[in-house]
């Protein structure tokens, strides 16, 4: 079945920098869109970055743009997420999905996996 296995959080102070990482397995993800968003108590998921695994092709919220940069294996169905500039608002559990590229990719209900996601909490 489908898994996505996500990596690399923890606790960092403000300015600094982690990566994140988000394995898929289970199937052919040609064509495939893997995205971060993350979610503090209380709030519902939000959207960070996600990356078309065949093209490339990127997308961001405005809160992150010049900070994060989302990138890919293709070959190993992996994307990263390198945060530089890390903000105390940036604190939250990190969540990877994926879905079939395509509009909507904002959107986490389109999503059709996620995986357990990975705690990144910064101190300021």
């Known amino acids: 079945q489908v898994q996505l296995v996500e990596s690399g959080g923890g606790l960092v102070q403000a300015g600094g920098s982690l990566r994140l990482s988000c394995a898929a397995s289970?199937?052919?993800?040609?064509?495939?869109?893997l995205g971060w968003f993350r979610q503090v108590p209380g709030e519902e998921r939000k959207f960070v970055a996600a990356?078309?695994?065949?093209?490339?092709?990127?997308w961001y919220t405005d809160s992150v743009k010049g900070r994060f940069t989302i990138s890919r294996d293709a070959a190993k169905y992996t994307a990263y997420l390198q945060m530089n500039s890390l903000q105390f608002e940036d604190t939250a559990v990190y969540y990877c999905?994926?879905?079939?590229?395509?509009?909507?990719?904002?959107?986490?209900?389109?999503?059709?996996?996620w995986g357990q996601g990975t705690q990144v909490t910064v101190s300021s």
């Open positions: 999905g994926t879905r079939v590229a395509g509009t909507g990719v904002t959107y986490s209900d389109t999503y059709h996996y």
């Open positions: 990356i078309n695994l065949s093209s490339g092709s990127t």
């Open positions: 289970g199937r052919s993800f040609s064509d495939y869109v």
